[in-house]
């Protein structure tokens, strides 16, 4: 569980960097930085002190955001039937 929380923390630096870099103007105050940013944190803390285990139930909640961000990256790959299901 923690290199799949290290995963993850990578994932979030390199989705930061990507937002800012190709998409600046998407990449909002809340739902950009806080979120990834809270995030950080969090899993941080949870790594720091070994309670990673508990993270690793929450991994699938994360499909959701990644159906979201194809269908909105790629308008021609969005499915709402699939973000509904994965929901």
Do not use: I
């Not at 790594?47 to 021609?76: D, I």
Request: charged residues 10%; contains cysteine; hydrophobic residues 55%.
């Amino acid at each position: 569980s923690m290199r799949a929380a290290v995963l993850f923390v990578v994932f979030l630096c390199a989705d930061t960097l990507f937002g800012v870099t190709h998409y600046p103007s998407q990449f909002e105050l809340v739902a950009g930085w806080v979120h990834h940013a809270a995030y950080l944190v969090f899993y941080g803390c949870c790594m720091r002190w070994h309670l990673t285990v508990g993270l690793s139930v929450a991994f699938p909640l994360e499909v959701t955001t990644v159906v979201l961000a194809v269908g909105h990256l790629w308008p021609q790959l969005r499915s709402d039937w699939l973000f509904g299901a994965s929901f």
